[in-house]
């Protein structure tokens, strides 16, 4: 039997879990430019995944905050289910941990009802019991409370976690919480981006995360552990 390399494994959901990054940059677009008549570059759009929109938009347009906020997330749910996709070799690796009696789960950004259904879009909501929302906080990333509150959702203690996202908010939340952090390069950030965050690990495709997490799945490269 496959014993998993890490007592517990936590996932960000977008750009990791779930291909929906063309969804986000295409939701904040229409909110910028509906709200104020402008986006920003695709480069700057990036760099905030992995936040929530509350922090963004507050961060960077404090009077204009709520109504963005609104504007990105009905844009948003309008346009799920025909933008939201699925990255090639993630539904295996997940059936691979439940078939390892693995303990995982999702800390996503996200409300907790949208997250739901993008997992149920990508066809992997069957497959996570766990999912800590931005509800569940009220710190987030790049802080430690929801990774920590994930990691107390599975009953497993900080140190024993891995947290596996694509953003650089997520290799410092994991770090900041003691785990450790496996960068993917499918999302929302490239690697150059990631690698100069310093992860543990930075891997390329889903079967190589398999492999890091699993044991060699038969279809995986060269891991890249990071020094």
Same mark, same amino acid.
């Given at each position: 039997?496959?014993i998993?390399? %890490? ?11 779930? #291909? ?16 104020? $008549?402008?986006?920003?570059?695709e480069?700057?759009?990036? $760099? %905030? ?23 990105y997330? @009905? %844009? ?34 996200? /409300? ?13 909501? #069957? ?25 107390? /959702? ?11 996202? #694509?953003?650089?908010?997520d ?14 390069? %499918?999302?929302?950030?490239? @690697? ?24 060699? @799945? ?10």
């Amino acid at each position: 039997m496959t014993i998993p390399r %890490w007592q517990g494994v936590l996932f960000d959901l977008d750009g990791t879990l779930v #291909d929906s990054i063309p969804l986000i940059i295409a939701s904040y677009d229409h909110a910028l430019t509906s709200v104020l $008549g402008q986006g920003r570059p695709e480069p700057e759009v990036r $760099g %905030w995944i992995g936040r929530t929109l509350t922090s963004v938009f507050e961060q960077e347009y404090p009077e204009r905050a709520a109504e963005l906020e609104s504007t990105y997330i @009905a %844009w948003n749910r309008a346009n799920a289910a025909t933008m939201i996709g699925r990255y090639d070799g993630v539904h295996d690796l997940l059936v691979g941990l439940s078939d390892a009696q693995a303990r995982f789960g999702v800390v996503t950004s996200k /409300r907790r009802a949208t997250a739901r259904e993008a997992l149920v879009l990508a066809g992997a909501d #069957d497959l996570v019991d766990v999912l800590a929302a931005s509800e569940d906080t009220s710190e987030h990333k790049p802080l430690p409370a929801p990774l920590l509150h994930g990691a107390a /959702r599975l009953s497993v203690p900080a140190e024993g976690c891995a947290y596996v996202g #694509d953003a650089v908010v997520d290799v410092q939340a994991a770090k900041a919480a003691g785990m450790t952090s496996i960068a993917v390069t %499918w999302g929302a950030a490239d @690697a150059a981006t990631l690698e100069a965050a310093a992860p543990d690990h930075l891997v390329h495709t889903a079967y190589e995360l398999h492999d890091l997490l699993l044991g060699a @799945a038969g279809s995986g490269g060269d891991t890249q552990a990071m020094g």
